[in-house]
């Protein structure tokens, strides 16, 4: 069984604050995708990695994934409200030259921001 | 565009009664996938459909777990004889591979719909 550990589970901090959350395993993936989930709805995928030591920028938010390819982060400066939410990573990996598609997710962090 | 639709978008049922989930994927996703997620937790994986070939049914929990995909499109996720445990917020996700990276691989990237309530009593 491909696991995914995600920590910290919960995350309560100050707008203005920087925070990191880790996902991390003992099994090699083919790509890692974080997602970011509000009440109500469904995950929304916010980035993909696929090459071990990628680092990827989406404004204030940077994703990083291992050399190895088993874990990848996520750092978020100068957090805002609208940054509160349920931040899911899920881990692919291949049959032949495609993705299979079937994710594994980790148990999600919950980002609290507060004004 | 249109995204993923999810119907009914909450279901309360009596435990024993079955129930229909329906999801209708972006139109030209090959890939379909069922998750169930519990309050504030991660997804876990039910059952996938890929083009024309066999479903990977391996994440179904029991028998009583079943789904179908008409036409390549259009997926109902049957639920049958509910139990209290199977409350949860069940997902429905779409994809298409896309190419990644330099290595010429080709990833399958989800799109999820916003999920039906079921509250079994």
């Known amino acids: 069984t491909q696991l995914l550990e995600q920590s910290p589970q919960f995350l309560s901090i100050q707008e203005g604050e920087n925070l990191t959350v880790y996902c991390n395993s003992s099994s090699v993936f083919s790509s890692l995708q974080w997602y970011r989930q509000e009440p109500g709805e469904g995950p929304v995928l916010l980035v993909t990695v696929v090459t071990g030591g990628e680092v990827k920028k989406l404004k204030r938010l940077t994703f990083q994934f291992g050399d190895a390819r088993k874990d990848s982060s996520l750092h978020i400066t100068a957090a805002q409200p609208g940054d509160t939410g349920l931040y899911l990573c899920a881990g692919d990996r291949f049959a032949g030259g495609t993705s299979y598609g079937k994710l594994t997710f980790g148990q999600g962090t919950i980002l609290t921001v507060h004004p | 565009g249109a995204g993923v639709s999810q119907s009914p978008s909450n279901k309360v049922t009596e435990k024993g009664k079955d129930v229909e989930l329906r999801c209708d994927p972006i139109s030209g996703h090959t890939a379909l996938y069922w998750y169930r997620q519990s309050l504030g937790q991660g997804l876990e994986f039910l059952i996938y459909f890929q083009g024309n070939s066999a479903p990977d049914k391996s994440g179904l929990p029991s028998d009583r777990f079943s789904a179908e995909r008409t036409g390549g499109s259009v997926s109902t996720l049957t639920i049958q004889r509910t139990q209290q445990e199977d409350s949860a917020v069940y997902l429905c996700?779409?994809?298409?591979?896309?190419?990644?990276?330099?290595?010429?691989?080709?990833?399958?990237?989800?799109?999820f719909g916003p999920g039906t309530r079921l509250t079994v009593l």
């Open positions: 996700a779409s994809s298409r591979p896309r190419r990644l990276g330099t290595s010429g691989l080709s990833y399958n990237e989800q799109f």
